[in-house]
């Protein structure tokens, strides 16, 4: 059966340096209170992550980084890299992105999130779904998951294609259009009210359809 939490948000986008020069005023203008920001991949910074979060913060938006996971550097580097370049520090949220091929395996993939528990005090935010790299860890089962789903990857959630384990958020289209940026982006719907949203960011309190659901 599809996770099917109540009530659900659809405020959240995530952007890199992909999406050019973006105007967050007109992102903020269309509703969009969340975004996830590639701040690295390796050891490489993204070209637009300070500008993106620094302009994104500007317009009170919630900011969420990323980094995108290699096998080309250790764990502890690699970790290390992402907390510095993204400012990370107690309570603040942090997002894993592993997947496709050539993806670390799992075990390396939980050395990181442990270095970056560490210092967020809180779990991270664990994405894959479409090219799974390998089973998670069981710790890794644990994080609040951001599931990849598009089925028909229209810009609207196709509620044939909702992932069937809990997800945090649930990425349902890679090909929305909004103002402020010019090329489609990814967007996400969360699982709880904007309230609880803007909670999870701030403290790492997961909304109540979770409640037992991450074990």
């Given at each position: 059966?599809?996770?099917?939490?109540?009530?659900?948000?659809?405020?959240?986008?995530?952007?890199?340096?992909?999406?050019?020069?973006?105007?967050?005023?007109?992102?903020?203008?269309?509703?969009?209170?969340?975004?996830?920001?590639?701040?690295?991949?390796?050891?490489?910074?993204?070209?637009?992550?300070?500008?993106n979060?620094?302009?994104?913060r500007?317009?009170g938006?919630l900011?969420?980084?990323?980094?995108?996971?290699?096998?080309?550097?250790?764990?502890?580097?690699?970790?290390?890299?992402?907390?510095?370049?993204?400012?990370?520090?107690?309570?603040?949220?942090a997002?894993?992105?592993?997947?496709?091929?050539?993806?670390p395996?799992?075990?390396?993939?939980?050395?990181?999130?442990?270095?970056?528990?560490?210092?967020?005090?809180?779990?991270?935010?664990?994405?894959?779904?479409?090219?799974?790299?390998?089973?998670?860890?069981?710790?890794?089962?644990?994080?609040?998951?951001?599931?990849?789903?598009?089925?028909?990857n229209?810009?609207?959630?196709?509620?044939?294609h909702r992932?069937?384990?809990?997800?945090?958020?649930?990425?349902?289209?890679?090909?929305?259009?909004?103002?402020?940026?010019?090329?489609p982006?990814?967007?996400?719907?969360?699982?709880?009210?904007?309230a609880?949203?803007?909670?999870?960011?701030?403290?790492?309190?997961?909304?109540?359809?979770?409640?037992g659901?991450?074990?």
């Open positions: 059966m599809p996770f099917d939490p109540q009530p659900t948000c659809d405020v959240t986008i995530d952007v890199s340096h992909h999406q050019g020069n973006i105007d967050w005023a007109k992102v903020k203008e269309t509703g969009i209170e969340c975004v996830m920001i590639k701040a690295a991949q390796g050891l490489v910074e993204d070209s637009l992550w300070k500008t979060r620094d302009r994104a500007q317009q938006l900011v969420i980084p990323y980094t995108f996971l290699t096998t080309a550097v250790t764990p502890a580097e690699q970790a290390e890299f992402f907390i510095r370049t993204a400012g990370l520090a107690a309570g603040m949220p997002a894993l992105d592993w997947e496709g091929e050539g993806a395996d799992a075990a390396f993939v939980e050395r990181i999130g442990l270095a970056v528990v560490e210092v967020i005090k809180r779990d991270p935010l664990g994405y894959w779904g479409i090219q799974p790299p390998d089973t998670p860890t069981a710790l890794m089962k644990r994080w609040p998951r951001w599931i990849p789903r598009y089925g028909v229209d810009g609207n959630p196709d509620l044939n992932p069937t384990e809990p997800w945090l958020f649930w990425q349902y289209t890679s090909n929305q259009e909004i103002d402020g940026i010019n090329t982006i990814d967007a996400s719907l969360f699982a709880g009210s904007e609880e949203l803007k909670a999870w960011c701030e403290t790492g309190a997961l909304p109540a359809s979770l409640a659901a991450i074990v």
